[in-house]
């Protein structure tokens, strides 16, 4: 997973050219990150509240958030400032390290 989210931009880098799993990761973390994305902007334009989007996605930002700094970078890299504010606004996401 760590792998996966690590983002190269040297071609002699291992990193660059990811295997066939770590790209269906990186796919799948994209869906995952747009939608994060589209729900914060939601939050932000008052159509949905913070709670609306509770449950499960608590659940999920707990399991995730032992991948908080690859996470973070991955998002930061990848232009998702409002995921990223969705997530720290989650205690578990805030508690991580």
Known sequence: ???????????KDPDFAPCDKSKSIQ??????????????HYIEIG?????????????????????KKEITGYLEATHYPRAIELLESFDEWRRAR
């Open 27 to 40: 796919e799948g973390f994209e869906v995952l990150a747009f939608h994060l994305e589209r729900c914060q």
């Open 1 to 11: 997973f760590r792998k996966a989210l690590s983002i190269g931009d040297d071609p």
């Open 47 to 67: 159509l949905i509240q913070r709670d609306d989007v509770d449950s499960p996605t608590a659940y999920y930002v707990g399991r995730m958030a032992r991948f």
